[in-house]
């Protein structure tokens, strides 16, 4: 009984407790956000060129991109249209899976063209290490997928990359016709302060 009674003071003191975290949180984060913004003023624009391979898997017992959606026709369209897939693709140094991991891209894309494989393609760059750890870029943009060669913009970013602006390009390393499963080379300018 004294434990019942008690519940609701453990309840309403976890929640102070959690609500004083977010606001100490929510306090050094805007202060880093204004100490940022002051130095914006004087800083330089930074141009980094980055390069990872892409690892896009359908198949097997873990896939890294998943079907979550199609449209009534889309089994019998040609290009897949009205397909939707959410992806957490491993991003690394060369085009062996087992090279070093550099990050996750996260995202979606779905098949938005009727009369070729284009995808429209949402996606976050989240880096894991080195210099660009915790940083990311934001890509958003069309994807002719069966093209060799396509460019996609960076529409923004955060940590290193925060305003950054840019373009990915994009080229096919291999393909599996069968699973779906692909590689994809990325070489990738950023703008950014």
């Known amino acids: 009984m004294a434990m019942a009674k008690a519940a609701p003071f453990l309840l309403l003191f976890s929640t102070a407790m959690a ?19 002051q130095n914006l003023q004087t800083s330089k624009q930074t141009v980094s060129r980055l390069h990872f391979y892409f690892h896009d898997t359908l198949s097997g017992k873990q896939p890294s991109a998943v079907q979550v959606a199609q449209a009534s026709n889309t089994d019998k369209s040609p290009t897949f249209f009205g397909g939707v897939f959410i992806f957490d693709d491993p991003l690394t140094e060369g085009p062996e899976p087992t090279s070093g991991l550099v990050g996750r891209a996260q995202g979606l894309y779905g098949s938005a063209c009727q009369q070729e494989l284009g995808l429209l ?47 990915a390009i994009a080229k096919t390393h291999s393909f599996d016709f069968t699973s779906g499963d692909a590689i994809v080379e990325y070489n990738v300018v950023a703008i950014h302060y």
């Not at 080195?130 to 093209?147: D, E, H, P, V, W």
């Open 19 to 37: 609500i004083q975290l977010v606001l100490q949180s929510t306090v050094a984060e805007t202060e880093e956000v204004d100490e940022w913004f």
């Open 121 to 167: 393609v949402a996606m976050t760059v989240v880096f894991t290490t080195g210099k660009f750890n915790a940083s990311s870029l934001t890509i958003l943009g069309r994807n002719a997928a069966l093209q060799q060669v396509r460019e996609m913009p960076i529409i923004g970013g955060t940590g290193v990359f925060r305003l950054a602006r840019g373009f």
